[in-house]
């Protein structure tokens, strides 16, 4: 968990990547989480596999991160950013639920970028709750929104199927 990668002079425990480790297992549960929910392709170029899902929001993430900057809570940020851009958040609940397991939740902190052992674990499920109703993947499916007329000459409708309240 986060905890575990907290180690002010990681030369003593006499493994010296505790915090790579770490995030290595992260990773590790979130590629078999993505496998498991899409499946596995073993065509790493074209693929349309979990494994290939994964591999391309983690390249999306790292496109977001600031030099210098990178944390677990950060990069973990990046990757809900990364999920959002590209598929409309299609899988927050699974990456959120991935990190929260490993103490990267919701009130989880990262510290000082200088200081490598004031990690903050923290297992707080993120607000759409341990059935993740709010990241619902209505935007995605064809028969829930219709804009007419396309293209438009400025004047047009929004039809929300199943939907109630103010847009």
Known sequence: ??????????TNSGYR?????????????LTWAYIEKYGYDSNIYTGTGGN?????????????????????TS????LFAADQATTGGQDYCLI????????VGLNATSGDANNSADQVEDFTAF?????????VDYFNNEGMINVSPNPSNGDFNVRINKFSGKV
């Open 127 to 135: 607000p759409a709750g341990p059935n993740c109703t709010l990241a």
């Open 1 to 10: 968990t986060l905890n575990n990668s907290n180690n002010p002079d990681n």
């Open 96 to 103: 959120a639920e991935v990190f929260r397991r490993r103490g």
């Open 52 to 72: 290939n899902k994964v591999m391309k929001l983690a390249l999306d993430a790292l496109k977001l991160q600031a030099c210098n900057t990178a944390s677990f």
């Open 17 to 29: 990547y505790t915090i790579g480790n770490v995030w290595a297992t992260i990773m590790w549960d």
């Open 75 to 78: 990069t973990r940020d990046n």
